[in-house]
């Protein structure tokens, strides 16, 4: 910061979701303030996190308060404790009121003009004037090194039969249902199965690949990998092929995070918004990589797919809300 006025809150965004049900059970997200990289349709958050890129122009934090909770407000206010640039220690940079009507859960939204400082914030939240929760979060200063050095070719390989193998995870929110006829629910009500994706050949559409739900085909993709990024170029389901005019970007070259574009078919009938981060670290199987996260928003549906450099897609979560309600949230991870 060059000066105190520069560091300014530029936008808080107070989102709202109505309560699923009356209360039930506590859960393990009840009574929790997670500062996030985004929310997903369900208010809960998109890759949770402590230490956010370097680039960063905007942090989220979603709330939920605990079972039986009288809130009426909750207070919230960002300090810079110790800034690149900053004039001085622990200064406030924000604060926002938010009357709860007795919701249970929403978000926080801080947005800069520019990237933010480097260094170390907190984020202090007050229940009706009573201290609620706190937490300390950080901006790195520079992106890691080793992900700069891979090459276009390098992203992800798409090699004739190349296979990448996920465990599958579907669960409908409370009151909802969900039908996949070739699986049948577990003890706990969620649908489990394996996820196969096979890169079956390559024509004039680009990469062909197959995706199998314990070996049934379910889903066939054609995948481009150019200047643009990984682009899907057609998309097959339920017999039903679809051209993709323009190419949907997927995963956006360059590399740079943090990213936005956006995208609507020649039609018109919809519009996505995609945000990228990174890199930062991923999880997989082994230990954490240097990966990138990337969220679609469409309607009351996020996508938040996370990739990593000379693998490719190794997690996917997708959550279907109705004015916040959970409707329905499906999550693949990559095992092989």
């Known amino acids: ?43 809960s958050p998109v890759y949770p996190t402590r230490v956010f890129p370097a680039g960063t122009k905007e942090t989220y934090a979603t709330f939920r308060v605990s079972k039986g909770a009288s809130h009426k407000e909750l207070q919230a206010t960002w300090t810079a404790v ?14 926002a ?38 937490v300390d979060f950080e901006v790195a200063a520079h992106e890691p090194q080793a992900a700069k050095s891979r090459s276009n070719e390098q992203l992800i390989p798409l090699r004739d039969g190349q296979v990448w193998t996920y465990s599958f995870v579907q669960e409908a929110g409370e ?27 390559t024509d004039a559409n680009g990469t062909h690949v197959e995706m199998r739900r314990n070996d049934r085909l379910v ?33 956006k070259l360059p590399l740079k995070s943090p990213a936005k574009w956006s995208y609507r078919p020649k039609d018109k009938s919809y519009r996505q918004i995609y ?3 990174g890199p930062l670290p991923v999880k997989m199987q082994g230990g954490d990589a240097q990966g990138y996260v990337v969220l679609v928003e469409q309607g009351n549906t996020t ?10 897609l190794v997690r996917e979560i997708i959550v279907v809300a109705l004015g916040g309600d959970l409707l329905s949230r499906q999550e693949m991870v990559l095992q092989k």
């Not at 643009?228 to 005019?245: P, S």
């Open 1 to 43: 910061m060059r000066k105190p006025s520069r560091l300014l809150l530029l936008q808080v965004a107070l989102i709202l979701a109505t309560a699923i049900a009356p209360y039930g059970a506590a859960t393990a997200q009840d009574n929790a303030l997670e500062m996030c990289l985004a929310r997903a349709a369900d208010m």
């Open 82 to 95: 110790d800034v690149e640039r900053a004039p001085s220690p622990n200064l406030q940079i924000g604060t």
């Open 97 to 134: 009121t938010l009357a709860l009507k007795g919701h249970d859960r929403g978000s926080f939204h801080l947005e800069f003009p520019k990237p933010m400082p480097a260094g170390k914030y907190r984020f202090d939240v007050a229940a009706d004037g009573t201290p609620w929760k706190s």
């Open 175 to 201: 009151g909802a249902r969900i039908n996949l006829p070739d699986i049948k629910p577990g003890a706990d009500g969620k649908y489990r199965a394996t996820v196969t994706m096979k890169v079956a050949g």
């Open 219 to 251: 889903f066939e993709e054609w995948w481009r990998l150019d200047k643009h990024g990984l682009t899907a170029t057609q998309r097959k389901t339920e017999g039903e092929t679809v051209t993709l005019t323009p190419p949907q970007v997927l995963w």
């Open 275 to 277: 945000s990228m981060w």
């Open 303 to 312: 996508v938040e797919r996370h990739f990593v450099p000379g693998v490719g």
